[in-house]
């Protein structure tokens, strides 16, 4: 099996050397990645300019250095190595749970890959001020990986690590609504400049991702590419056809 990792922290980070050893135990890995720090790109790709990738090393590992986004490294390194059966993302410096996971870079990596028609995980673990010690995660890394290939029935699964997890649980995105404030500061050659913050506006609801991480739990989100909002299509079709 041939294992594709990728990241949005960039190829150094300690998370995907952490994520790609582990790989390491199911199929030939190869790493490819972001060269510098693409964290909340989202799934931003690369048109204006041409994209260029480097061989590089991390601990004796087979890595790619790119010259773009998450998305990008996706999409070249499934160009280069011909079928790639999964694709791994992370592991991530920072939750990706509620409607951070349309700011992720990490979650769509791997939703880069759905798009490819290959299967993926994104894992992302809390962020810490201290050296993650990625060695607590690895069994749950391990229970993960073994249950999205057994189960073979997933394109995409979302996949978030506490601080010290106590087993894993099935959940679905936590959508809180939140009240976006600015906060204006000085740089030192004193120019104003700005940094966004967020409140939300509603409770964490029971079996959300949310919920999962704040219970010690490793959250499990499959998520999938149509964002469609069915029942409200149903709706205005039906109130349509009823005039
Ligand atoms: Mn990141």
Same mark, same amino acid.
């Given at each position: 099996?041939?294992?594709?990792?990728?990241?949005?922290?960039?190829?150094?980070?300690?998370?995907?050397?952490?994520?790609?050893?582990?790989?390491?135990?199911?199929?030939?890995? $190869?790493?490819?990645?972001?060269?510098?720090?693409?964290?909340?790109?989202?799934?931003?790709?690369?048109?204006?300019?041409?994209?260029?990738?480097?061989?590089?090393?991390?601990?004796?590992?087979?890595?790619?250095?790119?010259?773009?986004?998450?998305?990008?490294?996706?999409?070249?390194?499934?160009?280069? =190595?011909?079928?790639?059966?999964?694709?791994?993302?992370?592991?991530?410096?920072?939750?990706?749970?509620?409607?951070?996971?349309?700011?992720?870079?990490?979650?769509?990596?791997?939703?880069?890959?759905?798009?490819?028609?290959?299967?993926?995980?994104?894992?992302?673990?809390?962020?810490?001020?201290?050296?993650?010690?990625?060695?607590?995660?690895?069994?749950?890394?391990?229970?993960?990986?073994?249950?999205?290939?057994?189960?073979?029935?997933?394109?995409?699964?979302?996949?978030?690590? @506490?601080?010290? @997890?106590?087993?894993?649980? =099935?959940? $679905?995105?936590?959508?809180?609504?939140?009240?976006?404030?600015?906060?204006?500061?000085?740089?030192?050659?004193?120019?104003?400049?700005?940094?966004?913050?967020?409140? @939300? $506006?509603?409770?964490?609801?029971?079996?959300?991702?949310? =919920?999962?991480?704040?219970?010690?739990?490793?959250?499990?989100?499959?998520? $999938?590419?149509?964002?469609?909002?069915?029942?409200?299509?149903?709706?205005?079709?039906?109130?349509?056809?009823?005039?």
């Amino acid at each position: 099996m041939r294992i594709l990792v990728s990241n949005d922290d960039g190829v150094h980070s300690p998370g995907i050397l952490a994520l790609a050893r582990v790989a390491q135990d199911y199929g030939d890995v $190869r790493v490819v990645a972001p060269d510098v720090e693409q964290s909340a790109m989202g799934h931003a790709i690369t048109v204006r300019r041409p994209l260029h990738y480097h061989r590089t090393r991390i601990d004796g590992l087979d890595a790619y250095r790119v010259d773009g986004t998450p998305a990008d490294a996706v999409a070249l390194g499934a160009h280069h =190595w011909d079928k790639v059966d999964l694709v791994l993302s992370g592991i991530n410096l920072g939750l990706n749970i509620g409607h951070n996971i349309r700011h992720s870079g990490t979650v769509s990596a791997a939703m880069q890959a759905a798009f490819l028609s290959i299967p993926a995980i994104a894992f992302s673990g809390p962020s810490s001020d201290d050296p993650v010690d990625y060695g607590v995660f690895e069994p749950y890394l391990r229970q993960v990986i073994e249950l999205f290939l057994d189960l073979d029935d997933l394109p995409l699964l979302n996949v978030n690590f @506490p601080l010290q @997890p106590k087993g894993l649980r =099935w959940t $679905r995105q936590s959508v809180r609504h939140y009240d976006g404030y600015v906060i204006p500061g000085e740089d030192p050659m004193g120019r104003t400049h700005y940094w966004f913050g967020e409140e @939300p $506006r509603e409770q964490v609801e029971t079996g959300t991702d949310r =919920w999962a991480i704040e219970h010690g739990y490793v959250s499990m989100t499959p998520l $999938r590419l149509d964002v469609t909002d069915d029942q409200r299509l149903e709706r205005v079709l039906r109130t349509l056809q009823d005039r």
